[in-house]
């Protein structure tokens, strides 16, 4: 089992509808977990990070299940704005540089 | 306030030539380092720094070196370039943390394309 997998997609939605997206991870002693949304030719930036008991901004919702080892992203009422790849984010402990696995991302595409 | 810059942003280089990209942080962060990011792998870690005169070996760090004199500057050497080498390189800092949720910073990244 890959560390981090992700649906690559695309993901085609129409604008003002809900999608969803998982991630599962591998590692069991993973301590924190992160979305990051990277548009295309540009540099990844954190959307947000991921909480024990699910955590919300906005339309974007979060969600973590350890014992299943998944994350969930759901965006309500999308955006033309919100097509762009999405990366699913593990710390495998410590919170350094070298503790960081990167999904290979999920790539959504808001159709007007 | 202009966050991690990186350049140059783009690059094409001769197999056999060598190269310092170059990363800087206005942050104050302990933390820098560098990742590849290939069509169809997620972002890879080559080289970190935990700090000033501190470097490590990432992932894929074969053919690759750093440096970190200073605590802004984070450049990443290639010492002979490959054509395996081609890729978009993302240079990234954040704080040194005192818990495990740690932004990291990404540069605009140096699109390397070897021939």
């Known amino acids: 089992r890959k560390e981090v997998e992700q649906d690559p997609g695309p993901f085609n939605v129409p604008e003002g509808a809900t999608v969803a997206f998982n991630c599962t991870y591998s590692?069991?002693?993973?301590?924190?977990f992160f979305w990051y949304r990277q548009d295309c030719r540009k540099e990844p930036k954190l959307l947000m990070s991921?909480?024990?008991s699910g955590n919300e901004d906005g339309r974007f919702t979060a969600q973590l299940n350890r014992a299943s080892q998944y994350i969930s992203l759901l965006i309500r009422d999308s955006k033309l704005s919100d097509s762009a790849t999405y990366l699913c984010?593990?710390?495998?402990?410590?919170?350094?540089?070298?503790?960081?696995?990167f999904g290979k991302g999920t790539h959504l595409i808001i159709q007007p | 306030n202009a966050g991690v810059t990186q350049t140059p942003k783009f690059q094409v280089l001769k197999t056999g030539q060598s190269m310092t990209l170059q990363c800087a942080q206005d942050?104050?962060?302990?933390?820098m380092s560098w990742y590849r990011q290939d069509p169809g792998m997620g972002l890879r870690l080559i080289h970190y720094?935990?700090?000033?005169?501190?470097?490590d070996q990432g992932e894929v760090p074969n053919g690759y070196n750093v440096s970190r004199s200073t605590t802004e500057d984070f450049p990443l050497r290639l010492l002979s370039a490959a054509p395996s080498q081609t890729s978009v390189y993302f240079c990234?800092?954040?704080?040194?943390?005192?818990?495990?949720?740690?932004?990291?910073?990404f540069g605009p990244g140096t699109r390397l394309t070897v021939l």
């Open positions: 720094s935990v700090g000033a005169g501190i470097t």
């Open positions: 942050m104050n962060h302990e933390y």
């Open positions: 984010v593990v710390n495998r402990g410590g919170g350094g540089a070298d503790g960081l696995t």
């Open positions: 990234a800092s954040s704080y040194q943390p005192s818990d495990s949720y740690n932004e990291q910073f």
């Open positions: 991921v909480y024990s």
């Open positions: 590692n069991s002693a993973s301590q924190s």
